[in-house]
């Protein structure tokens, strides 16, 4: 009984329907977007605290190495407290490089909308079969 009432349906009436799904599925696709993109935001959010933290740690490291190059280039002789400066100027270093080397591998990790694009691709698919002039 469904289908004889579709077959009667004017042309306004079916063009109505597509617009009404056109719409619904427009903002589907925009709610989708938003999902992503908040997804997306707390991903890069994540890589930059890491990469927040290895230029914290870049700068003191800095710090300890300038240090160190001072006190050792005014004793020059034996092993003074420069040495330990100069050792944790190097292992903060070492902490600072491997903090943003992965930091930024994790933010070129982050996938931009791979759902959002997919669904658009589907739409388009959808509305162009919808649109066309093929009995079915």
């Known amino acids: 009984m469904a289908l004889d009432d579709r077959r009667q349906e004017t042309l306004t009436q079916t063009f109505g ?5 056109v719409r619904e599925l427009f903002r589907e696709e925009v709610a989708l977007a938003r999902a992503e993109l908040r997804h997306e935001v707390s991903e890069f959010g994540s890589a930059l605290v890491r990469m927040g933290a290895g230029a914290g740690a870049a700068l003191f490291a800095l710090g300890f190495v300038l240090l160190g190059l001072a006190q050792g280039s005014a004793a020059m002789v034996g092993w003074p407290a420069w040495g330990g400066y100069l050792a944790m100027g190097t292992v903060l270093g ?8 992965t930091g930024r591998k994790r933010a070129q990790q982050v996938p931009t909308l791979p759902r959002t694009k997919e669904s ?11 649109m066309s002039s093929k009995p079915r």
């Open 120 to 130: 658009i691709k589907e739409t388009k698919a959808w509305m162009t079969d919808r």
């Open 94 to 101: 070492v902490a600072a490089a491997l903090a943003l080397i």
């Open 17 to 21: 329907r597509v617009v009404d799904d």
